[in-house]
Structures are given as structure tokens and as C-alpha cells.
């Protein structure tokens, strides 16, 4: 098994898909937009938020970073919590951290918002170390991110996999030459994630571990 485990946070660590679609259907109102299905704004769970607003509402660069803003109104005070780690995920990290590997958290997430949940829900302990993006919108490329981790942590291309629900997680692993594995209980569909050229699928949270050691 490779020694360093990078993983995506929503979707992969925390179902926080109840409070982003909130919180993506609060901006989207206020600001005059058709806020669309459940299934439309299921989208918005995982791609970095600025340029989902741009794809999924057709939004130009200025009006997408105010609806990031916009969104942020709700997603601090109420949809941050609106979240719940997925069952298993802790037993699956103790197994793994167990097994001599360092763990830890690669998101386009801002990171005050992962380290917040990761406090409110116990599990700071679990993670050596949390790269994800700042409030002002940098940092937000999952290639970028996955990048900071593997400095800060000394990890090398060869011993280090990422673990995420979207195509996102596994085209930034490609690109640092990393070994992947997509997850189906997140956000993301088989489809989505062979395409993206996943190396191994983890049907739900009880796969992790051997999905991983398989690597």
C-alpha cells in the first residue's frame, strides 16, 4: 500500500451535498437566476465553486466570484453544518493510519471550512495535514491543491494515491503522475470516473481500505 492517502473532503470524507445545494439555491435566487432542479444543483457538490457557477448558470468571471460571495451568506452560518461524515469513514481511516499511512485532506473546499468541520465532527486527528483553497478563490485547482499537500507532507509521486468522488480528483492526480481511486458513494457517477481513467472504484465506504492496498 502507498504511504501517503490524499482525499478529497466533500463527497468523499463528508456528505455536505445537503448544504451546498442550499446555499447554491440561495445565491442563485438573489440573484435573479433560475435556481433549477435538485438534480441541476447536485452539480455544484465537489467543482471548484466559482467555476461551477460559471459552467452550470452560464455566468461571466465577475457575476460568478459575487455569487460565490452571495452563497457564502448562507454556507457560513447555516449550510457549513447542514453536513454529516459518511458511516464508516472513520473506521476506514483508523485502518488505514493503522497500516502506517499518513493521511490527509486534498479539496478545492476553503480550508477554514474543512478544518471547521473536521473539529465539529471530532476527526482533526485523523489528518496530518489539510490543503484546500483560500476565501479570496486561490488555490481552488484540485492539481494545485493535491500539490501543497505533497510538499508539505515530503510525498513522492510513486507512494502517494488520491481518493474522490469527481473527475476532477482523478484528471489533478493524473497530472502530478499519482495512482487514483474514485468512489461511488459520493457525487460522482462510475461513467464520470472511468472516463476520468480512475486506477481502482470503491463502491462504498467499507471498499476503501482494500481499494487502496490494492495500489
Do not use: W
Not at 476506514?92 to 477554514?112: C, D, F, H, N, Y
Not at 484528471?171 to 481502482?200: C, F, M, N, P, Q
Amino acid at each position: 500500500m502507498k504511504r501517503f492517502i490524499l482525499f478529497d473532503f466533500d463527497g468523499t470524507v463528508t456528505d455536505t451535498g445537503e448544504g451546498i445545494i442550499k446555499a447554491v439555491e440561495y445565491a442563485l435566487v438573489k440573484m435573479g437566476k433560475d435556481p433549477g432542479s435538485e438534480a441541476d444543483r447536485r452539480r455544484f457538490v465537489g467543482p471548484p465553486l466559482r467555476q461551477a457557477f460559471e459552467r452550470f448558470s452560464d455566468m461571466d468571471t465577475p457575476t460568478a466570484t459575487e455569487a460565490v460571495r452571495v452563497y457564502r451568506e448562507y454556507y457560513r452560518e447555516i449550510g457549513l453544518f447542514e453536513a454529516c461524515l459518511y458511516e464508516g469513514v472513520t473506521e476506514q481511516l483508523k485502518l488505514l493510519r493503522e497500516g502506517g499511512a499518513v493521511t490527509a485532506i486534498a479539496s478545492s473546499k476553503p480550508t477554514v471550512f474543512i478544518n471547521k468541520l473536521l473539529e465539529h465532527f471530532k476527526v482533526t486527528d485523523l489528518f496530518d495535514f489539510v490543503a484546500g483553497s483560500e476565501l479570496d478563490g486561490t488555490h481552488t485547482d484540485k492539481a494545485e491543491v493535491i500539490a501543497i499537500a505533497m510538499e508539505a507532507l515530503g510525498a513522492s509521486r510513486e507512494n502517494t494515491v488520491m481518493v474522490g468522488d469527481r473527475s476532477h480528483d482523478i484528471i489533478g492526480a493524473k497530472k502530478h503522475g499519482l495512482a487514483s481511486v474514485g468512489v461511488l458513494y459520493g457525487y460522482g457517477s462510475r461513467e464520470e470516473l472511468t472516463a476520468a481513467g480512475a486506477d481502482r472504484i470503491a463502491e462504498s465506504v467499507s471498499e476503501l481500505y482494500s481499494a487502496i492496498s490494492e495500489l
